[in-house]
């Protein structure tokens, strides 16, 4: 079965810094990788994904990258601002039925 | 410009009571899926339904029961209310089975079984 570990589970940073969020998973035969955003008490929005054959995506302040081989992703963004504080969760898709989840690094932003 | 959204918000339930959260669509998508989301866990897939008037079983199906009648929407029943079905359940929609896409996600239904 598919694992999805995001590590940390939280992390807190000032205002303007860049940043990183990792993500890794046990299997690599995916189809993609979705990174989301979940704020308190709200569901999930998707934010990049990335296609098995891709190797990064790019959206504003925010790049993520695939390293299917190695199981791993990193989520970067850039020049935080306080309203990037949410859970940031990686999603790996593998055939065609189902998302496999991680459980989110918290992140906060420090004005 | 509504997307998924799902009803109640919130929920409180006695053990054995039965009920349906229901979600709705308006994206014209053809999958859609209802997911559970427990502290500590990741989602985890409930069921999910690949077109109009089909359902199938996902990771974590026991205790519930779906229902895909019309395309725009996808009911989830409790049959006998327990407290580890104690969650927050979120329903998603995406284009087409095996796409892609991004899925859609509802702001959640936020259920507690005393």
């Known amino acids: 079965k598919q694992e999805v570990t995001q590590i940390p589970a939280a992390l807190s940073v000032p205002e303007g810094e860049n940043l990183v969020l990792n993500c890794s998973f046990t299997?690599?035969?995916?189809?993609?990788l979705q990174w989301f955003r979940q704020d308190p008490g709200k569901g999930l929005t998707s934010l990049l994904l990335?296609?098995?054959?891709?190797r990064e995506q790019t959206s504003g302040r925010l790049n993520a990258s695939l390293d299917k081989s190695s199981g791993r992703s990193t989520l970067y963004i850039a020049a935080s601002q306080p309203g990037d504080s949410a859970t940031y969760l990686c999603?790996?898709?593998?055939?065609?039925?189902?998302?496999?989840f991680g459980t989110g690094t918290r992140l906060t932003v420090i004005p | 410009n509504a997307g998924v959204t799902q009803t109640p918000k919130f929920q409180v339930l006695k053990t054995g009571q039965s009920m349906t959260l229901q979600c709705a669509q308006d994206?014209?998508?053809?999958?859609m899926y209802w997911y559970r989301q427990d502290p500590g866990m990741g989602l985890r897939l409930i069921y999910y339904?690949?077109?109009?008037?089909?359902?199938d079983k996902g990771e974590v199906p026991d205790g519930y029961n779906v229902s895909r009648l019309k395309k725009q929407n996808f009911l989830l029943g409790l049959e006998s209310a327990a407290p580890s079905q104690t969650s927050v359940y979120f329903c998603?929609?995406?284009?087409?089975?095996?796409?892609?896409?991004?899925?859609?996600f509802g702001d959640g239904t936020r259920l507690s079984i005393l």
């Open positions: 998603a929609s995406t284009s087409s089975w095996g796409s892609n896409q991004p899925q859609h």
């Open positions: 339904s690949a077109s109009e008037g089909t359902t």
């Open positions: 999603a790996v898709k593998t055939g065609a039925n189902n998302l496999f």
């Open positions: 994206m014209n998508h053809n999958s």
């Open positions: 299997d690599s035969a995916i189809y993609n």
């Open positions: 990335i296609q098995s054959s891709q």
